[in-house]
């Protein structure tokens, strides 16, 4: 406690070089704390959005995930009803599912021939109230932005389609959907000297069109139920052959990544599940599980596993990290970042304590002679220089704690917003300090450690003083 008292005392005798001192400490425990708090309000979007998104997990025949993008026919979940109640029921795992959705994944040819348009597609077929209600998932208590773009498809319009600006671009759809920033005007096609033909307004002109899939349009060639322009998608079906059904573009919402977005088609589930298998079929190519906690995803993983197992269902099971790898290269990139930010605030903060201790001990020459001469050994003058070093540290790091949380807590309040890469909508710029329980305590510690440890040298020189030298110090 006395050489606590003494090491502060020391510290208030050149009040400007520590006040410098424990400023360089604060700004950098700061920094550290406030970039760290981003850094974990990114990651818990990241996580927010993917499980809104894709769910938690999802279940697929095996083999899809590496194969059946080019035959989801081949690689389908039989009764996928049944699988859904199997998962719901499981007594171990229910209360930890929020929502389980089938989806049907396929590609295609989408065509806009009231334009002589085509362009190829992606497509999911999904239940629109289901996907509400993934959409409202809000584990870490984020302040979302409410954008004003909701998806207006609705379950009882199986016809209604959501596609990406970029489709709906390509397709001439730009009036029609009041997309914004399109060029005006359809481009000139090549001039070949001859008539142009009429173009097919659909593809009806197909001989391999069976009646079940033309028994999906109305009288008028339109899916029932759809409102806006009309698309007709074309893609096989199981036996291989090509099967079409039309869908009415309801509304073109960007999709963040321009691959994506020149490609997206969002349908009802029984329109994508005619497409893809015909009438009557009751198959899916996937399961999506939006889970309670994200923290509860290992656990009801492994258990989805020993179920299938259990039933002989030839199923596997991808994570949502599995599922978004770009999120993770993100995460890992971010975290690299704030390592290297706070090795950079480290040095700076050695090289200050360094710096002041040395000229303390040059100052002090005398009175380490007299200490040492009145017999306070090396070990003595040691820690005391060592006390300072750690006291210029607890104070700076204590600020610089006080500093962050002032400044985080005036960021969230401004309602600063900005665009992720791969956000087509702006978030809320948060900083998140105290949500990990770790970056506050070993910020201090470490920057309590770093002060010792940029004290030591400095101190190792005091203490090894010859006594006459000192005292003879001018």
């Known amino acids: 406690m006395k050489n606590a008292t003494i090491a502060i005392r020391n510290v208030s005798r050149n009040k ?42 999802q279940v697929y025949k095996r083999g899809f995930f590496d194969y059946g993008s080019g035959n989801p026919s081949l690689y389908s979940i039989d009764r996928y009803e049944e699988v ?40 999911i077929g999904v239940v ?30 199986p016809g ?3 596609i990406g600006e970029g489709l709906a671009r390509m397709l001439f759809l730009c009036d029609e959907l009041k997309i914004k920033g399109c060029p005006k005007g359809l481009p000139n096609g090549p001039s070949t000297g001859k008539p142009a033909e009429k173009p097919n307004r659909d593809f009806s002109f197909l001989p391999e069109l069976s009646e079940t899939d033309k028994s999906l349009k109305g009288h008028d060639g339109a899916a029932t139920g759809e409102t806006g322009p009309k698309l007709d998608l074309l893609a096989a079906t199981a036996s291989g052959a090509p099967n079409v059904v039309s869908i009415g573009v309801l509304k073109a919402i960007n999709q963040g990544f321009k691959e994506l977005d020149d490609n997206y088609v969002e349908m009802h589930l029984s329109t994508a599940q005619r497409l893809v298998y015909g009438r009557g079929s009751g198959r899916a190519t996937g399961i999506i599980i939006q889970l309670a906690h ?80 009145l ?20 104070i700076g790091a204590t600020f610089g704690t006080l500093l962050a949380c002032l400044v985080g807590y005036a960021v969230n309040s401004f309602g600063l917003t900005w665009v992720p890469p791969g956000n087509s909508e702006p978030v809320y710029l948060i900083v998140l300090p105290f949500v990990n329980p770790l970056l506050i305590p070993v910020t201090l510690a470490a920057m309590v450690a770093v002060s010792a440890l940029s004290a030591l040298v400095p101190a190792r020189r005091a203490s090894r003083m010859a006594v006459v030298d000192a005292l003879r110090h001018v």
């Open 375 to 394: 017999g306070l050994r090396r070990a003595g003058v040691l820690r005391l220089f060592l006390m300072e070093g750690m006291a210029l540290g607890v």
């Open 160 to 162: 209604g389609a959501v």
């Open 84 to 123: 859904m109640k199997l998962i719901g029921e499981d007594p171990s795992i229910k209360d930890k599912i929020t929502v389980i959705a089938p989806m049907v994944k396929m590609y295609g040819i989408a065509g806009n021939y009231a334009k002589d348009a085509s362009k190829t597609f992606f497509g």
């Open 16 to 57: 400007r070089r520590s006040a410098m001192t424990i400023l360089a400490i604060t700004i950098s425990t700061a920094a550290i704390i406030i970039f760290g708090g981003f850094i974990q309000a990114i990651v818990y979007g990241m996580q927010t959005e993917m499980a809104q998104g894709s769910g938690h997990l």
């Open 294 to 373: 994200t923290g509860d995803l290992p656990g009801v993983k492994s258990r989805l596993y020993e179920l299938f197992s259990d039933h002989k269902l030839d199923l596997e099971v991808k994570d949502c990290y599995q599922l978004n790898p770009f999120n993770v290269q993100a995460i890992s990139m971010f975290d690299s970042i704030f390592t290297f930010i706070s090795v950079i605030m480290g040095v700076i903060v050695l090289f200050t304590i360094v710096n002041t201790m040395t000229m303390s001990v040059m100052e002090r020459v005398n009175e380490i002679g007299t200490i040492r001469a």
């Open 128 to 157: 629109p109230s289901l996907t509400r209600k993934m959409a409202k998932w809000n584990d870490y208590g984020m302040k979302l932005y409410d954008t004003d773009h909701p998806s207006p498809m609705k379950d009882d319009n």
